[in-house]
């Protein structure tokens, strides 16, 4: 890929290993939470770890950052896995914060002993009352004030469940005066009697994000541990932690989130679209999931450059969707093959052409390609399909398609000019006439007329018929989430467009599922997982021109 210049991570790993920190060893991370599937910004996450970790001969983990039993599932899981593979990264180690419970749980018990740790019996109302305001110290309370023996006993005790949910936390004895509201005495754990998809009933109390993510980086010695924005006041108690339970000293270095416009990108609004039924599933193709534009046809390359392109900054912006779009044309238009398929057919009638007499055609698979990439062929008759906007009824003076009295040459095949047309009784045209010039035969074209436009085509009698989902934004404005009211309510009405039956040329019978395909003029298209031999099913992942009417 083309030279750029660092980022100001890779300018950070550059210093790290000049000064020989770490022995010169690079291990990142990627920490999903398996809450729901990933989604484009969690790609921009994957590309920055796994890529800074490819560039200077580190090792990437896949940690499940799991401490929240109540909606956290193993499909998820499976999802994050599988969303990750296949956009091309492997993992040195499969992890899970929760593998670590037992660990966090010495390591909150070292703090009781420090006299750092306290057990509260307040509510989450009193604790936040006494945590005072930016402007304001905290008041903190008697709980505060517990000795080192009490507390090592209630911990056990919320440990072996004796306590409801809410009754007691663990919190931090840090500092209650601090300026960020962070330090002031965060909790470290809460009650919950909920069953962990992987811990099951072990637990009844779980660790706070602050308590578990920079111990489970300190555990695998994650040495440049990156995170997005919303992290910075979290830096401090990052370090504090890791400070006084004096271990591995992982960094933690944050990174402006990826915005896109016309869409959601939080896992609790996209679940709202899934549970909500606006959408067909989290891999709906109008998703800005993983699996979503999987599905749409995206390829995992044309991600990753898009990812390659916003570039990492440490201010937040608004990124437009047309980029994402730009990069998976510019990968299909180098590998798709082109084929002919009529969305919106109209029959076409060469009078002059014998009844009965089909010819073979050919046309190469890919004209971008060296050598076309092959070609294949397609019958050619005396009936064909074209689209309805290829013929005008009245053509206007720049009109170079199909109309009576003009010419037009039909892809790989023949010249024709337009000689009558029928109507049926609502005024649509149901059947448009025409000629031929024999000798006009794409390749082999002696009649010495030029024409101007090439529309495509394909013969009555042989097409294959397919169900094309044509797909626009899923929301009506830029960001939804800023709009007045709820996020739902700009859900774009028009988003999915079903033609039931297309007419496609016979080859594309043998479409496969992930491999994409251009149909002529009308963008690039994949078989949806849901088509099968007697009903295919198109969707189309993107036009072939930034066609979006702002
Ligand atoms: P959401 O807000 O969608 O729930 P999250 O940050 O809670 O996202 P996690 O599963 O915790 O989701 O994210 C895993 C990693 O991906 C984290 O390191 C997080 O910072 C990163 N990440 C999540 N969303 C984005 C985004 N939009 N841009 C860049 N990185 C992201
Ligand atoms: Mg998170
Ligand atoms: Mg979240």
Same mark, same amino acid.
């Given at each position: 890929?083309?030279?750029? +210049?660092?980022?100001?991570? &890779?300018?950070?790993?550059?210093?790290?290993?000049?000064?020989?920190?770490?022995?010169?060893?690079?291990?990142? #991370?990627?920490?999903?939470?398996?809450?729901?599937?990933?989604?484009?910004?969690?790609?921009?996450?994957?590309?920055? =770890?796994?890529?800074?970790?490819?560039?200077?001969?580190?090792?990437?983990?896949?940690?499940?950052?799991?401490?929240?039993?109540?909606?956290?599932?193993?499909?998820?899981?499976?999802?994050?896995?599988?969303?990750?593979?296949?956009?091309?990264?492997?993992?040195?180690?499969?992890?899970?914060?929760?593998?670590?419970?037992?660990?966090?749980?010495?390591?909150?018990?070292?703090?009781?002993?420090?006299?750092?740790?306290?057990?509260?019996?307040?509510?989450?109302?009193?604790?936040?009352?006494?945590?005072?305001?930016?402007? &304001?110290?905290?008041?903190?309370?008697?709980?505060?004030?517990?000795?080192?023996?009490?507390?090592?006993?209630?911990? *056990?005790?919320?440990?072996?469940?004796?306590?409801?949910?809410?009754?007691?936390?663990?919190?931090?004895?840090?500092?209650?005066?601090?300026?960020?509201?962070?330090? #002031?005495?965060?909790?470290?754990?809460?009650?919950?009697?909920?069953?962990?998809?992987?811990? !099951?009933?072990?637990?009844?109390?779980?660790?706070?994000?602050?308590?578990?993510?920079?111990?489970?980086?300190?555990?695998? &010695?994650?040495?440049? +541990?990156?995170?997005?924005?919303?992290?910075?006041?979290?830096?401090?108690?990052?370090?504090?932690?890791?400070?006084?339970?004096?271990?591995?000293?992982?960094?933690?270095?944050?990174?402006?989130?990826?915005?896109?416009?016309?869409?959601?990108?939080?896992?609790?609004?996209?679940?709202?679209?899934?549970?909500?039924?606006?959408?067909? !599933?989290?891999?709906?193709?109008?998703?800005?999931?993983?699996?979503?534009?999987?599905?749409?046809?995206?390829?995992?390359?044309?991600?990753?450059?898009?990812?390659?392109?916003?570039?990492?900054?440490?201010?937040?912006?608004?990124?437009?969707? +047309?980029?994402?779009?730009?990069?998976?044309?510019?990968?299909?238009?180098?590998?798709?093959?082109?084929?002919?398929?009529?969305?919106?057919?109209?029959?076409?009638?060469?009078?002059?052409?014998?009844?009965?007499?089909?010819?073979?055609?050919?046309?190469?698979? =890919?004209?971008?390609?060296?050598?076309?990439?092959?070609?294949?062929?397609?019958?050619?008759?005396?009936?064909?399909? $074209?689209? #309805?906007?290829?013929?005008?009824?009245?053509?206007?003076?720049?009109?170079?398609?199909?109309?009576? !009295?003009?010419?037009?040459?039909?892809? =790989?095949?023949?010249?024709?000019?337009?000689?009558?047309?029928?109507?049926?009784?609502?005024?649509?045209?149901?059947?448009? @006439?025409?000629?031929?010039?024999?000798?006009?035969?794409? !390749?082999?074209?002696?009649?010495?007329?030029?024409?101007?436009?090439? $529309? @495509?085509?394909?013969?009555?009698?042989?097409?294959?018929? *397919?169900?094309?989902?044509?797909?626009? #934004?899923?929301?009506?404005?830029?960001?939804?989430?800023?709009?007045?009211?709820?996020?739902?309510?700009?859900?774009?009405?028009? +988003?999915?467009?079903?033609?039931?039956?297309?007419?496609?040329?016979?080859?594309?019978?043998? *479409?496969?599922?992930?491999?994409?395909?251009?149909?002529?003029?009308?963008?690039?298209?994949?078989?949806?997982?849901?088509?099968?031999?007697?009903?295919?099913?198109?969707?189309?992942?993107?036009?072939?021109?930034?066609?979006?009417?702002?």
């Amino acid at each position: 890929s083309e030279e750029r +210049s660092l980022n100001f991570i &890779e300018e950070i790993v550059e210093e790290d290993l000049a000064n020989g920190k770490h022995a010169g060893r690079v291990l990142t #991370r990627f920490p999903p939470e398996p809450n729901g599937y990933l989604h484009i910004g969690h790609a921009k996450s994957i590309c920055l =770890n796994f890529g800074l970790a490819q560039k200077y001969n580190g090792k990437t983990n896949l940690r499940f950052d799991d401490t929240n039993p109540v909606k956290e599932d193993v499909e998820y899981v499976d999802s994050i896995k599988e969303d990750v593979k296949w956009l091309g990264f492997e993992w040195a180690q499969e992890l899970y914060a929760s593998d670590y419970f037992d660990k966090l749980y010495d390591f909150a018990v070292e703090l009781i002993k420090k006299g750092l740790a306290y057990v509260d019996d307040s509510t989450a109302e009193e604790i936040a009352a006494q945590k005072g305001t930016p402007t &304001e110290p905290g008041t903190g309370n008697e709980y505060r004030n517990r000795s080192v023996e009490e507390n090592l006993q209630l911990f *056990a005790d919320m440990k072996a469940g004796k306590y409801a949910d809410g009754e007691k936390v663990l919190r931090a004895k840090v500092d209650l005066a601090s300026p960020n509201m962070h330090l #002031r005495d965060p909790l470290m754990y809460r009650i919950k009697h909920a069953h962990h998809h992987r811990t !099951g009933d072990k637990w009844c109390i779980y660790p706070m994000y602050d308590f578990a993510h920079g111990q489970s980086d300190a555990i695998e &010695e994650i040495t440049h +541990s990156l995170c997005t924005l919303e992290f910075v006041p979290h830096r401090q108690l990052y370090e504090w932690f890791i400070e006084q339970l004096e271990i591995f000293p992982s960094k933690q270095y944050e990174f402006a989130r990826l915005n896109l416009n016309y869409t959601v990108m939080s896992k609790r609004k996209l679940l709202q679209l899934v549970e909500e039924g606006h959408v067909d !599933g989290w891999d709906d193709p109008r998703m800005p999931t993983i699996s979503g534009l999987r599905r749409r046809g995206y390829t995992p390359a044309s991600i990753r450059e898009f990812c390659e392109r916003i570039g990492v900054a440490k201010r937040e912006n608004m990124i437009d969707v +047309s980029l994402l779009e730009f990069c998976i044309r510019e990968d299909l238009n180098k590998t798709a093959w082109r084929r002919m398929a009529v969305l919106d057919p109209v029959k076409l009638i060469i009078d002059n052409y014998p009844d009965g007499q089909t010819e073979t055609f050919s046309g190469e698979n =890919n004209p971008e390609a060296e050598g076309g990439d092959g070609s294949r062929e397609f019958p050619f008759s005396k009936e064909l399909w $074209i689209e #309805r906007d290829d013929f005008m009824e009245a053509p206007t003076k720049k009109y170079f398609r199909l109309g009576v !009295g003009l010419m037009v040459r039909l892809k =790989n095949a023949y010249i024709i000019k337009g000689e009558s047309f029928t109507k049926d009784a609502e005024g649509n045209i149901t059947e448009i @006439h025409c000629s031929y010039l024999p000798e006009s035969k794409s !390749g082999n074209d002696t009649s010495g007329i030029n024409v101007k436009g090439t $529309i @495509h085509w394909v013969s009555a009698q042989h097409a294959k018929t *397919a169900e094309i989902r044509l797909y626009d #934004r899923l929301f009506k404005v830029e960001d939804p989430s800023n709009e007045e009211g709820d996020f739902k309510d700009y859900i774009n009405p028009d +988003s999915l467009q079903i033609i039931s039956t297309a007419y496609i040329e016979p080859d594309l019978a043998n *479409a496969v599922a992930g491999t994409p395909v251009q149909f002529m003029r009308k963008g690039y298209f994949t078989l949806d997982k849901n088509s099968t031999p007697d009903k295919l099913v198109f969707n189309r992942t993107v036009t072939l021109k930034d066609s979006w009417a702002k």
